[in-house]
């Protein structure tokens, strides 16, 4: 027996259960299961995000783009579950290489999404460990209780020096309040919900109805951790290329690595998207927190082939 994994392989085997747990409820939903390459000519161009490089390819963040096409095809409901690569990231909730849980379901909006996503979670806590309750860094948390909703601007208003429209309008300063005053004081006896952000932080969402200002746009958190990062998509192709000359400039104010244009997506974009929703969950951080594990090397192989 290899000693320096010997410790690691319960946490493996478990993570297989919560695997074969996911797959199953969403198969029971009609989601089609797909696989897309990690090796691609051209990332999103997303403003802070780095990919590796891998010869003439770029190691994929995500599968967004390319399942985004499948949905251009023809396809209704998808999901993936695969390797996703991020350079510089490492940490208890951070890996450059890890598992994403990407999904998307043609005619549903972002809160049919959260329906949706609130019922497979459940199903894999019920059963892989028999009940709806974790208990995670001390907390106990009931995934069976309703989640709470909580909109970016109420949030900020209850517990930023500031609104959440005055910290927009410098995204770094958003990003520290939302971090370091309005994340830690989000509920930690249920799942809460981050719903509609100002509409800068909208990568690929589409602007709210009712709102412009807003974006279609929820992120999900189960004892403090980011789990879920959902959109109903932006199906407008010359927005999502202006979006996408934004990010271009952003990053090379801020020397960062420039990548191609995603032509191929862009093309199939202006053929027609279906109007759609699409979520993006860390598997690792699911299996983490279902466990009620302290961090992702409790649950992961260990990277660059050494215990760590």
């Not at 990003?175 to 309005?182: C, R």
């Not at 407008?236 to 104010?253: C, G, H, K, L, S």
Request: a negative charge.
């Amino acid at each position: 027996m290899t000693p320096s994994l010997a410790g690691l392989v319960p946490a493996l085997e478990y993570r297989a259960k919560v695997l074969a747990a996911v797959r199953a409820a969403f198969d029971s939903e009609g989601f089609v299961e797909t696989e897309t390459p990690a090796g691609i000519s051209a990332p999103a161009a997303e403003e802070y995000i780095e990919a590796p490089r891998a010869g003439a390819f770029f190691l994929r963040t995500s599968p967004e783009l390319e399942m985004k096409r499948l949905l251009c095809a023809g396809m209704k409901r998808i999901y993936q579950i695969g390797p996703c690569f991020r350079s510089g990231e490492n940490g208890r909730l951070h890996r450059s290489e890890f598992s994403m849980l990407e999904y998307y379901a043609a005619s549903w909006d972002y809160r049919e999404l959260l329906a949706f996503t609130k019922r497979f979670v459940l199903a894999a806590a019920e059963k892989v460990n028999g009940s709806p309750v974790i208990r995670f860094r001390g907390m106990t948390i009931d995934l069976s209780r309703e989640w709470e909703i909580l909109s970016v601007r109420e949030a900020f208003r209850r517990y930023a020096p500031m609104s959440a429209d005055e910290a927009a309008e410098e995204e770094s300063r958003f990003e520290l309040l939302l971090t370091e005053n309005v994340e830690p004081n989000l509920p930690k006896d249920r799942p809460c919900v981050l719903m509609d952000y100002p509409i800068r932080f909208g990568a690929f969402a589409r602007p709210k109805a009712s709102d412009a200002t807003l974006a279609e746009r929820w992120e999900a958190y189960v004892g403090g951790v980011e789990l879920v990062n959902a959109y109903g998509e932006l199906t407008d192709p010359a927005v999502q290329r202006e979006r996408f000359r934004n990010f271009a400039e952003t990053r090379r104010r801020n020397a960062l690595a420039e990548y191609p244009e995603p032509e191929e997506f862009l093309n199939d974009l202006d053929c027609g998207m279906p109007e759609s929703a699409g979520a993006a969950m860390g598997f690792d951080r699911l299996v983490m927190l279902l466990r009620g594990a302290s961090q992702l090397s409790d649950v992961s192989f260990p990277l660059g082939g050494a215990a760590h």
